[in-house]
């Protein structure tokens, strides 16, 4: 039997000397071989149902830079998709769906979420299982239920969403049923990721930060409980990060209330004071801002050993506070990750 994988360790909740690193987005736009591939691959979601090419490209980012985590390439919206809300994607413009405006849209939906829909992925997690090399681990993930409806609801990205938010406000119950059916459809989702193959979750809650604190613990807190908890009752052995960006100073209340074994860090949360308020049982995840790293050099090399020192000595994954941009420079990638390994 081969040594624990050191992502897995972390989020076991040990301090590594070197903390393992990999890259939101990763799988992506900012790597040549993707673009490459998904020039022959047809439309972003006949690329995510194509168990081989999806495979390959979740690989791609592990063979270029050694990380120690590969995602899975999918997108949060194939939930959606999967219950009947057609999703598309045009090339500079982000997602399209059909809007929910009001409470009767949503009979449009499918009653329950069949997660049988989504057998292409379950496929892609298998055959990038089979060819993962043995010290790197294997992330799945969904979006969480707000950050799923609110894309349900406007049909599109949004400054703000505030769409979502007006729809939350002014329909309640209806949204609220709208939440649970994404609950529902997120634990069977996740199980059978698990049961394909993946080791690791994330729940990306990606629109967090623009709900006040209410809404925040009604639409956000409380949805994610549910799935952590009933993942916990059923998998126990699987780690999950919950990525809620924008919570800011409910993060220490977060470590304690969601039950999920890291938080991620958004750009924003200053390290050292969250390497101080968030307890240690909880390992934490980021948070090197994606602009610093298309920017490299001195401002990436200063802002890396920040990060560093502040979680030295605690469960840390290092990671960028969101996704990594189209417009990264590759050798300032290898940079980080040389700097991280080899500091000292
Ligand atoms: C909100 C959200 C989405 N998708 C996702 C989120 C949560 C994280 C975040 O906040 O960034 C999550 C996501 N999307 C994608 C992954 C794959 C794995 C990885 O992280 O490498 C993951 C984990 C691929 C993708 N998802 C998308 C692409 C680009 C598609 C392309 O043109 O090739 C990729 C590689 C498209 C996408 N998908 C989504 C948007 C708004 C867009 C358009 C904007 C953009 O292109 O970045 C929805």
């Known amino acids: 039997m081969g040594e624990e994988k050191p992502l897995i360790a972390v989020l076991r909740g040990e301090a590594l000397p070197v903390p393992p690193v990999w890259l939101m987005r990763q799988a992506g736009r900012f790597l040549p071989e993707y673009r490459e591939l998904r020039a022959h691959a047809g439309s972003f979601l006949d690329t995510c149902y194509n168990p081989e090419i999806a495979a390959r490209i979740t690989l791609q980012p592990i063979e270029r830079f050694g990380f120690d985590a590969a995602i899975l390439f999918s997108d949060i919206l194939v939930v959606p998709d999967a219950l009947g809300q057609k999703v598309s994607f045009e090339s500079g413009h982000g997602p399209k769906l059909e809007p929910i405006g009001e409470p009767k849209d949503l009979e449009r939906l499918a009653p329950?979420?069949?997660?049988?829909?989504?057998?292409?992925?379950?496929?892609?997690?298998?055959?990038?299982?089979?060819?993962?090399?043995?010290?790197?681990?294997?992330?799945?993930?969904?979006?969480?239920?707000?950050?799923?409806?609110?894309?349900?609801?406007?049909?599109?990205?949004?400054?703000?969403?505030?769409?979502?938010?007006l729809f939350a406000y002014r329909h309640p119950e209806a949204f609220g049923r709208l939440i649970d059916r994404l609950v529902d459809a997120s634990?069977?989702?996740?199980?059978?990721?698990?049961?394909?193959?993946?080791?690791?979750?994330?729940?990306?809650?990606?629109?967090?930060?623009?709900?006040?604190?209410?809404?925040?613990?009604?639409?956000?807190?409380?949805?994610l409980q549910r799935i952590i908890a009933e993942l916990k009752q059923r998998r126990p052995a699987v780690p999950i990060i919950a990525f809620v960006r924008g919570a800011g100073p409910h993060l220490p209340d977060l470590a304690q209330r969601l039950g999920a074994d890291a938080l991620g860090l958004d750009t924003f949360v200053p390290p050292q004071w969250a390497a101080r308020e968030v307890s240690g049982g909880v390992?934490?995840?980021?948070?090197?801002?994606?602009?610093?790293?298309?920017?490299?050099g001195e401002a990436l090399d200063r802002q890396t050993d920040a990060i560093l020192?502040?979680?030295?000595?605690?469960?840390?994954?290092?990671?960028?506070?969101?996704?990594?941009?189209?417009?990264?420079?590759?050798?300032?990638?290898?940079?980080?990750?040389?700097?991280?390994?080899?500091?000292?």
């Open 309 to 344: 020192e502040a979680f030295a000595g605690r469960p840390h994954i290092f990671n960028l506070g969101h996704g990594v941009l189209p417009e990264t420079p590759l050798d300032h990638v290898a940079r980080l990750v040389d700097r991280i390994r080899n500091r000292g």
């Open 187 to 223: 634990i069977a989702y996740l199980t059978r990721q698990i049961d394909a193959g993946v080791e690791a979750l994330q729940i990306f809650d990606s629109w967090a930060g623009v709900l006040p604190p209410q809404e925040f613990e009604r639409w956000v807190v409380s949805p």
């Open 283 to 296: 390992a934490l995840q980021g948070n090197l801002d994606p602009l610093a790293l298309v920017a490299g």
């Open 112 to 165: 329950v979420f069949d997660a049988d829909r989504l057998a292409p992925v379950y496929e892609t997690i298998a055959r990038v299982k089979r060819e993962l090399p043995e010290r790197v681990a294997f992330i799945g993930f969904c979006g969480a239920p707000w950050t799923v409806a609110s894309y349900m609801i406007a049909g599109e990205g949004t400054p703000d969403q505030a769409p979502a938010r």
